[in-house]
């Protein structure tokens, strides 16, 4: 059954705006970068003892974080970010895979293997049989939450195709398993188009702006639809409009200045904030791989180190400290347990970039190169030994927690009374019903521990978290609160 979810609290923006000039400032964001070069330590830790009230930081604070080079004080910047993830979420880190189910495209995005004139890339979309196919492996690995995402060319020319795609997702059964939240990453749509996506019960819709940079956005988008900044920029005011209830946004750092693109993707998610009441419910901070027959992927504009990642992860940490920041398999596995530790709360796992990569047709072919290989159980059993707790939750999502509800509850610190909890119902299933014996018997110690340090004997909460781990012991599934 598909969960129905409550509207969102929305307010419109003014009429007779121009939206990007309400969003990004080019001079602005250049002379903040630049007055931000001048910084002194003091003024560093001021701004991180701020960032540990819960109530955000400034774009120009925002700026000199970013300008930091001195290692002890990048410890500092990692440390605060670790603090303020787990004060609003916990130490709760939510599992997900992506499924791509067409890599037919009508754009020319010089980045990206699935440009139009990559006409030796093989290509092919799934039928829903196919889909069928492809979601019911990812159950068989225990994942229960999925971000669909497609080419911007469907079959039949219309978007009944992704709407179809959508209900075949959520009505594959395995093993009295399904998947229990659809996120969604596909091209911008009108207002009426979200309209129709959201009677699918969507989770969050997803859209990268690539790159906040106008005149470098305009060179590495040469055709196709996806050539229009300004459409894609006002994507979320469409959705939020339309009634959709959460968005995530993002750029693909490499493609222009990283500090440049972060302090722009924080104006954006201010302007949501302000405009709506509703910021983006996750941020994605991708770093550009390679890509089949891209040499611009293989030579981008900017080449971020390790240390560079590392930052912009913890900078949007601290400053839009309520939303869920999520790193996938274009990391090395190495990168991404250290950015366990540094405010990510979401992360994929397992991934395949292509059509018919989990089950039928592992040739056809993928956006990007993937870095991180290990398994589903290999990224859980690193979390866990990190003392993270994995979560496959969607309680928020089927409750109706969700838009404005949700960050009400996020912003403050409120939401980790649920999604502690919730994350290890749902880590308990999947050890009882996937997990080898070793990684079982590890995580079943690390709930108990987790729940004797979070949660006093006797309490409602705690004797509600004994009953339904004996529950799920038992048999039972799905619980939620």
């Known amino acids: 059954m598909i969960p129905k979810t409550k509207a969102p609290r929305l307010t419109k923006p003014p009429k007779n705006c121009n939206i990007r000039d309400m969003i990004i400032d080019d001079e602005k964001l250049q002379r903040t970068l630049e007055r931000a070069k001048s910084h002194t330590d003091s003024e560093v830790t001021g701004?991180?003892?701020?960032?540990?009230?819960?109530?955000?930081?400034?774009?120009?604070?925002?700026?000199?974080?970013?300008?930091?080079?001195?290692?002890?004080?990048?410890?500092?910047?990692?440390?605060?970010?670790k603090y303020?993830?787990?004060?609003?979420?916990?130490?709760?880190?939510?599992?997900?895979?992506?499924?791509?189910?067409?890599?037919?495209?009508?754009?020319?995005?010089?980045?990206?293997?699935?440009?139009?004139?990559?006409?030796h890339l093989k290509r092919h979309a799934s039928t829903m049989d196919e889909i069928n196919q492809e979601v019911t492996a990812l159950l068989k690995q225990g994942h229960k939450r999925i971000l669909m995402v497609a080419g911007e060319a469907y079959p039949g020319g219309g978007?009944?195709?992704?709407?179809?795609?959508?209900?075949?997702i959520y009505d594959t059964r395995w093993n009295g398993q399904n998947i229990r939240r659809v996120n969604v990453n596909i091209a911008p749509l009108t207002e009426p188009e979200f309209?129709?996506?959201?009677?699918?019960?969507?989770?969050?819709?997803?859209?990268?702006?690539?790159?906040?940079?106008?005149?470098?956005?305009?060179?590495?988008?040469?055709?196709?639809?996806?050539?229009?900044?300004?459409?894609?920029?006002?994507?979320?005011?469409?959705?939020?409009?339309?009634?959709?209830?959460?968005?995530?946004?993002?750029?693909?750092?490499?493609?222009?200045?990283?500090?440049?693109?972060?302090?722009?993707?924080?104006?954006?998610?201010?302007?949501?904030?302000?405009?709506?009441?509703?910021?983006?419910?996750?941020?994605?901070?991708?770093?550009?791989?390679?890509?089949?027959?891209?040499?611009?992927?293989?030579?981008?504009?900017?080449?971020?180190?390790?240390?560079?990642?590392?930052?912009?992860?913890?900078?949007l940490r601290l400053a839009v400290p309520y939303t869920g920041i999520i790193l996938s398999t274009r990391e090395t596995p190495q990168t991404r347990n250290e950015c366990l530790e540094l405010g990510v709360s979401q992360?994929?796992?397992?991934?395949?970039?292509?059509?018919?990569?989990?089950?039928?047709?592992?040739?056809?072919?993928?956006?990007?190169?993937?870095?991180?290989?290990?398994t589903t159980d290999q990224v859980i059993e690193a979390i866990v030994d990190a003392k993270h707790m994995p979560s496959f939750c969607t309680g928020c999502y089927r409750l109706g927690r969700v838009g404005k509800d949700f960050m009400d509850m996020a912003k403050p610190g409120l939401i980790k009374t649920h999604c502690l909890p919730n994350a290890m119902f749902t880590f308990?299933?999947?050890?009882?019903?996937?997990?080898?014996?070793?990684?079982?018997?590890?995580?079943?110690?690390?709930?108990?521990?987790?729940?004797?340090?979070?949660?006093?004997?006797?309490?409602?909460?705690?004797?509600?978290?004994?009953?339904n781990l004996q529950k799920i012991k038992a048999g039972k599934r799905d619980l939620y609160f």
């Open 47 to 81: 701004i991180l003892e701020k960032a540990k009230q819960l109530k955000g930081i400034t774009l120009e604070e925002a700026a000199v974080l970013l300008n930091v080079t001195d290692k002890n004080l990048l410890q500092k910047i990692f440390d605060a970010a």
């Open 159 to 168: 978007l009944q195709y992704v709407y179809d795609s959508i209900k075949a």
């Open 195 to 315: 309209e129709e996506l959201k009677k699918c019960h969507i989770g969050t819709y997803q859209l990268f702006q690539e790159t906040y940079h106008k005149e470098t956005y305009e060179k590495l988008h040469i055709a196709g639809a996806k050539k229009d900044y300004q459409f894609r920029l006002d994507a979320m005011d469409r959705a939020l409009q339309a009634g959709i209830n959460d968005v995530g946004i993002g750029p693909l750092l490499g493609l222009y200045d990283h500090k440049y693109e972060i302090l722009a993707t924080l104006e954006h998610a201010a302007y949501l904030d302000k405009t709506y009441g509703v910021g983006p419910h996750t941020i994605s901070i991708p770093r550009i791989e390679p890509a089949d027959g891209s040499d611009f992927s293989q030579h981008p504009n900017d080449v971020l180190s390790t240390e560079e990642f590392k930052t912009c992860v913890a900078v």
């Open 428 to 467: 308990a299933e999947y050890l009882y019903d996937f997990a080898p014996e070793g990684l079982k018997n590890k995580g079943l110690k690390l709930i108990a521990e987790t729940t004797q340090a979070n949660f006093a004997e006797g309490t409602p909460i705690r004797k509600m978290i004994d009953e």
């Open 347 to 374: 992360i994929s796992a397992a991934s395949r970039v292509n059509p018919g990569g989990y089950s039928y047709d592992k040739q056809n072919g993928s956006q990007f190169t993937l870095t991180d290989e290990r």
């Open 84 to 119: 303020v993830k787990e004060a609003i979420y916990g130490n709760r880190i939510v599992l997900f895979a992506p499924l791509y189910i067409s890599n037919i495209c009508t754009n020319e995005c010089v980045y990206c293997a699935f440009r139009r004139s990559n006409t």
